[in-house]
């Protein structure tokens, strides 16, 4: 890797966010759990390419969702982001969500219904944030032959409704970023930087700090301020 790296500029961040400079080849780095698990998890859809596919990603405003919202966008996919507020629905809007679905105020049925709406024939994949709590909308509005990649849930021994998703010949893939092979992660990191390079904005920047002070930019990504905190070299 460090190879890899020499006469690299490379740029990191905490949940998913991202800078970069003019100059200089360019590598992603800093929160694999955001990059890496966001680019697997929108290429393990079981239609192939999603371009023209119904996209769904629960929690579109989050680290790993909002590039998950990126990647689909770019990929040519329609994209339907799910939220709990205002000011998530802005943020997964500028990250490139087609539509967004306020969930906070709805139950699970009235959540089923406005993404069937959206996407009146189901939708082809599913990017999921919160597993044990969503399994049953997913689902609901899930197409046969349709896919879930998965990367956290709350409970470690979800019920699952087994035979609705065996009915519907559905993938699961259960994705944990600390065992991807190198090589993927390398492959995420150049997927950032052509995101990035389109013009990609999808996350807000709150802070950059020089490598040399990444003990200042862990303390000021601890103190829990909006927007996301990168590193650059």
Do not use: M
């Amino acid at each position: 890797l460090q190879a890899e790296l020499e006469g690299t500029e490379l740029i990191g961040g905490w949940g998913g966010a991202w800078g970069r400079r003019a100059g200089a080849r360019r590598l992603g780095a800093g929160s694999t759990a955001c990059w890496a698990t966001a680019r697997c998890a929108t290429c393990t859809a079981a239609s192939g390419p999603i371009a023209g596919c119904h996209v769904l990603v629960q929690g579109g405003a989050g680290g790993v969702g909002s590039l998950a919202v990126g990647f689909a966008r770019q990929a040519r996919g329609n994209v339907i982001a799910t939220v709990r507020s205002s000011a998530d629905a802005e943020a997964a809007r500028h990250a490139g969500a087609h539509e967004v679905v306020r969930t906070d105020t709805r139950s699970d049925a009235e959540i089923v219904d406005e993404v069937l709406r959206l996407a009146p024939g189901g939708v082809h994949h599913i990017v999921e944030v919160d597993f044990d709590a969503n399994i049953d909308v997913d689902e609901q509005v899930l197409v046969i032959g349709g896919s879930i990649a998965a990367y956290a849930t709350g409970n470690a021994r979800p019920d699952i409704p087994f035979w609705n998703l065996l009915f519907k010949n559905a993938s699961l893939h259960l994705l944990g970023s600390d065992d991807f092979p190198i090589e993927r992660k390398l492959a995420a990191a150049s997927a950032v930087n052509e995101l990035l390079a389109q013009g990609w904005r999808g996350v807000r920047i709150d802070r950059t700090f020089a490598l040399a002070h990444i003990a200042a930019a862990h303390e000021h990504a601890e103190s829990r301020h909006p927007g996301r905190v990168v590193l650059s070299v």
